[in-house]
């Protein structure tokens, strides 16, 4: 009885012993990716922050800083790639708040791939409070945008109609845009983000021909 007493509490540590120890990998690969996400938000934003503030994105002295830009994301894609594939989208409680925007910042940047991919996902764990619902919402108006849907919350600006200027893609029943905004935990109303983004914004607009389906 001893014996078999002594082998319980033995398998018993072990056990714990062996818990404690991938928990603490667990930790420390975590605090690793959170040094690595950080960095790649850090380089994602800082170009843009040059681009939109410093020089204009409409500037004749935006090229280089254009292909800086694509260059980063370039670099960010191939790493996103590599911890996806091997952790999956991590949630937010694990690494903090900006270390998980990377992976937001990273794939709204990327091609639509690597975006249909991983948005429904996204989504699963924006819906149980572990990545960002504002977020979440703006890779959803993308998505439908690209798909030559109207989008739900008038984040996505671009430029399709015949006078060749920004302006706000449309949007699904816009008059009621800004409660679902609101609900989803935007500051700005849709006015207010066409201001930001200097685009014109129309809440009748309609579909340029070619993109509807």
Not at 48 to 76: C, E, F, H, T
Not at 83 to 96: F, P, R, T, V
Not at 130 to 150: F, H, N, T
Request: hydrophobic share 40%; glycine share 4%; proline share 2%.
């Amino acid at each position: 009885m001893r014996i078999i007493f002594s082998f319980l509490i033995l398998t018993t540590s072990l056990f714990s012993c062996g818990q404690t120890n991938r928990q603490t990998t667990i930790k420390a690969n975590h605090d690793s990716l959170r040094i690595v996400l950080e960095q790649m938000v850090d380089k994602d934003q800082e170009i843009r922050r040059i681009l939109v503030d410093s020089i204009g994105i409409d500037s004749p002295n935006a090229g280089p800083y254009i292909k800086q830009m694509m260059d980063i994301d370039a670099d960010n894609q191939k790493t996103i790639r590599v911890i996806l594939n091997k952790y999956g989208w991590i949630e937010q409680s694990k690494i903090g708040g900006k270390a998980a925007e990377a992976f937001f910042f990273t794939i709204q940047h990327s091609d639509t791939t690597l975006m249909i991919k991983w948005f429904p996902e996204f989504k699963r764990l924006a819906d149980i409070g572990e990545a960002d619902k504002v977020e979440c919402a703006m890779m959803e108006d993308r998505l439908l945008m690209w798909k030559g849907k109207k989008q739900i919350y008038g984040t996505q600006a671009t430029v399709f109609r015949d006078d060749k200027k920004v302006a706000i893609w449309p949007i699904e029943d816009s008059r009621n845009v800004n409660e679902r905004r609101k609900k989803i935990g935007f500051d700005l109303t849709v006015e207010e983000n066409a201001d930001r983004l200097k685009a014109i914004y129309n809440e009748d607009e309609q579909l340029p021909i070619r993109s509807k389906r």
